[in-house]
């Protein structure tokens, strides 16, 4: 049932994406000078001579194909393995092969400090050392190196660079977990969503609510949290509260009484193991003896 309702918010989180762009500094506000020419705006390129190089070799191969060469050919005349080959003809344009080290988007450890990061950079804190030494009580596990690149590239950039907003998985993550769990700087920006979304808070209160009523077994909280769910407009839930009301009785009855079937389930899980090492090659009576007589 926690699961069905981990799936069920990061759903209600999806939703609500937009949402999650209040943890970006808005940056459109202040004067930004135009890129230099040389540069294209929307490239999702970090080097522009890498991406000319392989926008060179996929119209190369490209117009091989269309003369009617194969790959095989493609590869000897070319001299490139047959990988590369494959790649460069099954991505449709060239801004499909961009990944790793040359793409704009990369995660890094860094990614949830740099909201941290841009507000102390907002305040007038310019320097990188000082700001490292502050992030690494918060839970910061990576290099000195990290943070100076991000400021030295803030400071030479000609475009704004802000943080990006964080995945609504991670989001879901906040929410499931115990606030006692979560980084100080964790509970900063799930606090910050949840001021700025009251579907997003309405769903931490139903999801926390549940928590209290799974580990204290009170089973006989159920109803009103069903009643509670339906009143806020948060389809994912709705879709989960339906599906747990078909089944009330038992579900109240697994919330509230000490026994589960947790040994039955095993037991079952036990015979179906046993079933796929005969490879579907033996028959009952065969399968009938290894359950009874196995250790």
């Not at 909201?115 to 596990?141: F, H, M, Q, S």
């Not at 389809?235 to 747990?244: D, V």
Request: with cysteine; hydrophobic share 40%; proline share 6%.
């Amino acid at each position: 049932m926690w699961h069905n309702l981990g799936e069920a918010a990061e759903r209600a989180v999806a939703r609500h994406r937009q949402c999650l762009r209040v943890l970006v500094p808005d940056r459109e506000a202040k004067a930004e000078p135009p890129a230099p020419p040389e540069e294209k705006a929307d490239s999702p390129w970090r080097s522009e001579r890498f991406a000319n190089r392989v926008r060179a070799r996929h119209a190369t191969v490209h117009a091989l194909l269309e003369a009617g060469h194969s790959r095989r050919s493609i590869g000897r005349q070319l001299q490139m393995t047959h990988r590369t080959v494959k790649s460069l003809t099954d991505a449709a344009k060239p801004e499909d092969l961009f990944r790793g080290q040359w793409k704009h988007n990369r995660t890094s450890v860094l990614d949830e400090y740099k909201a941290y990061l841009d507000e102390r950079w907002d305040e007038g804190c310019t320097n990188a050392w000082k700001l490292w030494k502050e992030i690494v009580p918060l839970g910061y596990r990576g290099s000195y190196g990290r943070v100076s690149a991000y400021l030295r590239e803030k400071r030479t950039s000609p475009r704004p660079v802000a943080a990006q907003q964080p995945a609504p998985r991670v989001v879901t993550r906040w929410i499931l977990s115990r606030p006692e769990t979560l980084t100080e700087i964790e509970q900063l920006r799930l606090k910050t969503v949840l001021a700025n979304c009251p579907e997003l808070d309405a769903l931490t209160g139903h999801v926390r609510s549940f928590a209290r009523m799974l580990t204290e077994r009170q089973g006989e909280r159920l109803p009103q949290w069903l009643d509670a769910v339906r009143q806020d407009d948060l389809p994912s839930l709705h879709t989960l509260a339906a599906s747990i009301d078909r089944g009330r009785d038992a579900v109240i009855a697994g919330l509230t009484l000490p026994w589960n079937s947790g040994v039955i389930e095993g037991l079952v899980n036990r015979i179906k193991m046993l079933k796929r090492q005969m490879f579907g090659r033996a028959g009952f009576g065969l399968l009938r003896k290894r359950v009874l007589l196995a250790p």
